[in-house]
């Protein structure tokens, strides 16, 4: 059981760094067709963004020749449509703080890890909450609840690998 869940590892690392090849080609190949770099990256995120779609119903034989084919689509979409923008004054900019901003995304990110907590069993959410945020080690917390030491470190496992895989798109990248 373990070699099997250890080469699911395997291809998901590969296609994940495969996935980042596309990327940086694509980003490359968007770059030499669009002079705005923000645009760029809205385009590289839009044909990723319907590739990945698109790949949910139906099979891809050459994913990377498809993405590359959206993101022209899109280059070509944007040629056609009017820009009728005109540039905001910096009174016209709503005042966020960067403290509103941070305050915020913690709440997110509370908000997340209750929801993840919550779909944890109680067992599982009540070991973890102990370790984590009561700062108990397995020692104590097999003690208080009458479990070996083992089933601790289970059930901390279950927690840790159930919250991360819910919860690990919020990561940020030192």
Known sequence: MQEAQGARVDVATTADASFGLYRSALR??????VADPHEVEDLVQEACTRLIATAKH???DT?????FRIAANLIADR???????VPLLEEHHPAIHPSQEEGRRAADVRAALDAALAELSPRARQVFVMRRFDELDTHDIAHRL???VRMVQKHLTNAV??????????????
């Open 28 to 33: 490359a190949f968007v770059a030499r067709r």
């Open 58 to 60: 139906q099979s891809l």
């Open 63 to 67: 994913p990377q020749a498809y993405l």
């Open 79 to 85: 040629g056609r449509a009017p820009h009728n923008t």
């Open 146 to 148: 009458g479990i070996s």
């Open 161 to 174: 690998t159930h919250l991360y895989h819910r919860l690990g798109h919020l990561m940020v990248a030192s």
